[in-house]
């Protein structure tokens, strides 16, 4: 018989004894979430005994107060085990042949060693609602198992399939995992010291500690075996796991135990047979999409779940485990792919750019676009009504919204029913209102709704402006929705300018003009005359603004004054055009300036009825002569007065020729025979606006234009012509 005596030295990370618990209040922050009181939507499993917790440690909380049902997966208290699982009376399932979506916040509490941590699960395992990891002798397993893998608690275990039976079978899981389980045998003085802590030996370093991956519990490919020798013949078998999609945090890193909800999305996608999951994609605070761990992908196949070709169903849900080291877990659903499975779709058309749609590579607008945002929500499947579904839309800045609709439609008969959303809804920075109910197509539900919202781009600025990504929620109690509608870029309003034909007008008083102008954008776009108005000022008055014609050429417009509107010697006229944009032109000023005009008015005139005499007499005017001379030359102009009698009187009856004629008698008695012109006035303006002198009223009786009659005159009704003629004069 021989011996023999080892002694080694080693040095090894021995676990610290178990801590304090970090105790915190996990809901005073939750999110929003589902509450399910009354719809048994899961349960918690039963399972055998468990060193030093003999039942399962999961809670299902429902806070009336706060609307939510938490489950609480594991709590801040040690050796804890807990399994809690869709229920399949009530049809919570996963279904393989449908895109199915979940959505979730988990929280974990802040500790300065956390306990193992919890697992996301789908599984077909024949202990179905009572899944969780066992050992060979049926008792249910804790530790770095977290309720899901395999147990590596027999160091004589020669198989990774024995290790895997120990799993729950059928199964695919993500772990997150927040105690590192990298402990070797070599590590210690005993294999019984490093039993069931060495699955992460090959990925985590001591010093970081957490991690998420995925794995499918059930297969023996997910655990690597190594093997060790003690006292030379015995062997010692240990095992690690092969983790998907590693993804370690250093110990700092809040995204898993940091006191905070993280979200997490996970989608399966039938046409691709691709499992997805994106942590931490949206911020606890706003609901609003962040960048987190995304696109996480595995491959699956309904081998991986025992299921043939006609079954498609399995469950879901978490499991958990805490040790010597604590770890309060807590998770809110945001949707239940059972209860309703939705989505939706947001897009930006540019209905001003042939209904453009907006793409991440393709997303400039022109200031003045009309654009239309859609956000399209589609009832997909589920078992519920999409009820009390409250819409958050955040609006895109830099828009003059102008109104919007909601559509929705019955897909089982096409009948659509649409309610109106009016500007003054969009006057805000978002859009809110309950929806109508949606749900599986039937004669009676609608299954989508599309809602729509108009506007313009507006950039007045020089620069472009980018505006950003905006938030879209969807909130129902029994489906909770977010997605994000894309960002884009508003270029700077094209310059607006304006031409005119005139700029400085000379006119005869008492006419009227025309000012002719044509609008361009500086970009070469054509103008919408029925989306450009003329806004004009005469001498500090507003005219009516004016809509371009659509008679007209593009950009052509005219501006009509009359000479009752030419009210000043010097009259001035400025005007621009504006568009519905707001994008406003050039302003353009017209002088206009009335040439004074010098004229003499006089109206048809007569002289009294006379009997005949013997001798020669001068006959009288008949009534109040009106002979005006108007000049409007401005101040100091002068004027010259003449009047002839160009048509002698002739008898209307007879046709004969009056003796003598008519003659000018001035102030003095001189008298001046009209049959050549005759200087009967003159006058000197006293200021630059119209003066009028009234020739007449300066006669008397005696004075001025009378009749001269000879006695041989026949009687008769006689007719002539005088001619007045006013003369610029210096």
Not at 40 to 64: C, E, M, T, W, Y
Not at 102 to 121: C, H, K, N, R
Not at 301 to 309: C, H, I, P, T, V
Not at 518 to 538: E, H
Request: glycine share 6%; aromatic share 8%.
């Amino acid at each position: 018989m021989v011996s023999c005596l080892f002694i080694g030295l080693g040095l090894f990370a021995q676990p610290k004894p178990a801590q304090t618990a970090v105790v915190s209040d996990p809901l005073g922050t939750a999110p929003p979430g589902l509450y399910f009181k009354d719809s048994d939507l899961f349960r918690l499993a039963q399972f055998p005994n468990v060193s030093g917790q003999a039942v399962n440690s999961g809670k299902i909380i429902h806070d009336a107060e706060r609307n939510v049902s938490v489950i609480q997966v594991t709590d801040a208290v040690q050796n804890q085990l807990s399994a809690i699982w869709s229920n399949p009376s009530v049809n919570n399932y996963v279904d393989l042949s449908k895109k199915q979506t979940m959505t979730m916040w988990i929280y974990s509490a802040v500790q300065e060693l956390p306990g193992d941590g919890i697992a996301f699960v789908l599984q077909n395992d024949r202990h179905k609602t009572n899944a969780i990891s066992q050992n060979a002798a049926g008792i249910a397993q804790a530790g770095q198992t977290l309720g899901v893998w395999g147990a590596d608690v027999d160091n004589s275990v020669s198989s990774p399939a024995t290790i895997a039976g120990m799993a729950i079978q059928n199964s695919w899981a993500i772990e997150f995992d927040t105690f590192a389980n990298i402990y070797r045998p070599a590590d210690y003085f005993s294999f019984t010291e490093a039993l069931n802590s060495s699955f992460d030996a090959d990925n985590v370093q001591y010093d970081v500690r957490k991690h998420i991956a995925d794995a499918f519990p059930g297969k023996a490919s997910t655990y690597k075996q190594y093997v060790e020798t003690e006292l030379i013949f015995l062997k010692r078998y240990y095992y690690t796991m092969e983790h998907k999609n590693f993804e370690e945090f250093s110990y700092t890193n809040p995204i898993i135990n940091g006191n905070k909800w993280t979200h997490l999305t996970v989608v399966w996608d039938p046409t691709t047979s691709e499992i997805t999951y994106n942590l931490d994609d949206k911020d606890p605070a706003t609901g609003e999409s962040k960048t987190g761990i995304k696109n996480r992908s595995t491959k699956l196949d309904k081998a991986d779940f025992g299921l043939s070709d006609n079954e498609n169903n399995v469950l879901w849900g978490f499991t958990g485990s805490t040790g010597n080291y604590v770890g309060q877990n807590m998770v809110i659903f945001e949707s239940i792919p059972s209860m309703v499975q939705a989505s939706v779709k947001t897009s930006i058309t540019n209905q001003s750019q042939g209904n453009q749609v907006l793409t991440d590579t393709d997303k400039t607008v022109n200031s003045g676009d009309q654009l239309a945002f859609d956000y399209n929500l589609t009832y997909d499947s589920g078992s519920d009504l999409w009820l009390d579904n409250k819409a958050k839309i955040a609006l895109p800045m830099n828009m003059s919204y102008t109104g919007g609709e909601i559509i929705y439609t019955n897909l089982y008969n096409g009948s659509t029913t649409t309610d109106t959303i009016r500007a003054s809804e969009l006057a805000g920075t978002a859009f809110t209102r309950t929806l109508r109910d949606l749900g599986p197509i039937s004669g009676q539900n609608f299954s989508t709704a599309k809602i729509r919202l108009y506007g313009r781009a507006k950039n007045n600025t020089t620069s472009d402006i980018i505006i950003d990504k905006t938030h879209v929620a969807f909130d129902g109690s029994t489906n909770i929705l977010d997605t994000t509608l894309q960002d884009f870029i508003i270029k700077p309003a094209p310059s607006l300018n304006i031409t005119s034909d005139k700029t400085d007008i000379t006119l005869d008083e008492g006419n009227g003009t025309t000012i002719n102008g044509v609008a361009t954008y500086g970009n070469g776009n054509p103008i919408n005359n029925t989306a450009t108005t003329v806004y004009a000022n005469l001498n500090g008055t507003d005219l009516e603004p004016a809509t371009l014609l659509t008679t007209d050429a593009a950009g052509h417009f005219q501006i009509n004054l009359t000479a009752q509107q030419l009210t000043q010697r010097i009259n001035t006229l400025t005007f621009y055009v504006k568009d519905t944009n707001d994008n406003k032109s050039n302003e353009l000023t017209v002088t206009i300036t009335l040439r004074g005009t010098l004229h003499v008015s006089a109206e048809d005139v007569s002289f009294r009825t006379i009997q005949s005499k013997a001798s020669p007499q001068i006959v009288q005017r008949q009534g109040d002569w009106d002979v005006q001379v108007l000049d409007s030359r401005g101040k100091d102009s002068t004027w010259t007065l003449q009047v002839q009698e160009t048509q002698p009187l002739l008898g209307t009856n007879l046709g004969a020729i009056f003796d003598d004629g008519m003659i000018y008698v001035n102030a003095v008695g001189q008298q001046y025979d009209l049959s050549t012109p005759q200087i009967i006035d003159s006058g000197v303006t006293s200021s630059d606006q119209m003066q009028v002198t009234n020739v007449a009223q300066k006669w008397n009786s005696s004075t001025g234009v009378l009749l001269s009659v000879d006695p041989k005159t026949n009687a008769d009704k006689y007719v002539g012509q005088l001619t007045w003629s006013v003369i610029d004069s210096i």
